[in-house]
């Protein structure tokens, strides 16, 4: 299966400022999705970051908060824009293929103070 | 959209004994049921996952069995072990999607 490799593992962020989480995957793979993990809570997916393209967003998560970039099929970013607290959660990256199901990055757990 | 209820939220039992989680979907062209473990400060890692063609899978320890007509899938556990204790998450896709929609999670708890 696909080995993911997300960067930074955690981080603690002032109010107002922006975070981007790295996704580094050891193949190419065609879909990459971002979740969510509010602590304690399940997974709610953000958006699927298509190479070469606009990411498609869930409802309740916009472009302008959430900005992803996709520029090749390895690797994407996430960031994470003018944070308040409610920001505070996991974030994790996860990549599908036909034959190995859905891996997981493992996760960038962020606190905003 | 797809819809995964998953039962029950705690779940303790001894070692050595059986464990159970199971989930029902909304969606009836869902078509592929992974199961995940997420341990403590770690990403949610693939334990098992069945597609919609086959009735029962298992792998040592672990087996999940889906009832299409029923809409529900069940994890089950066998000899459990310390280790075990983990938080489990079900999931479904749909037909002709590629996105994962995951149940709430399970909690389990294996006591020595």
């Known amino acids: 299966s696909a080995v993911i490799s997300q960067k930074p593992s955690r981080d603690i962020c002032q109010r107002g400022t922006s975070l981007t989480i790295q996704c580094q995957v050891d193949?190419?793979?065609?879909?990459m999705f971002w979740y969510r993990q509010q602590p304690g809570q399940s997974l709610t997916l953000i958006a699927t970051?298509?190479?070469?393209?606009?990411?498609?967003?869930e409802s309740g998560f916009v472009i302008d908060k959430f900005p992803i970039s996709r520029p090749n099929l390895t690797f994407s970013t996430l960031t994470v824009s003018n944070m308040s607290p409610e920001d505070s959660s996991i974030y994790l990256c996860?990549?599908?293929?036909?034959?190995?199901?859905?891996?997981f990055g493992s996760g960038t757990r962020l606190t905003v103070v | 959209g797809e819809n995964v209820e998953q039962h029950p939220s705690t779940l303790s039992v001894q070692e050595g004994d059986s464990a159970v989680i199971k989930c029902t979907y909304s969606?009836?062209?869902?078509?592929?049921f992974p199961w995940y473990k997420q341990e403590l400060g770690k990403g949610p890692q693939l334990i098992i996952d069945?597609?919609?063609?086959?009735g029962e899978k298992k792998d040592q320890r672990i087996a999940v069995t889906l009832n299409k007509t029923a809409k529900h899938f069940s994890l089950h556990i066998t000899e459990t072990q310390p280790e075990d204790s983990a938080v489990y998450f079900c999931?479904?896709?749909?037909?002709?999607?590629?996105?994962?929609?995951f149940g709430k999670g399970t909690k389990l708890s294996v006591i020595p």
């Open positions: 996860s990549v599908g293929t036909e034959n190995y199901g859905y891996t």
């Open positions: 969606d009836s062209a869902s078509n592929y």
């Open positions: 999931a479904a896709k749909g037909a002709g999607s590629y996105q994962l929609t």
């Open positions: 069945i597609r919609s063609n086959v």
């Open positions: 970051a298509n190479q070469g393209s606009e990411a498609t967003y």
């Open positions: 193949s190419q793979v065609t879909m």
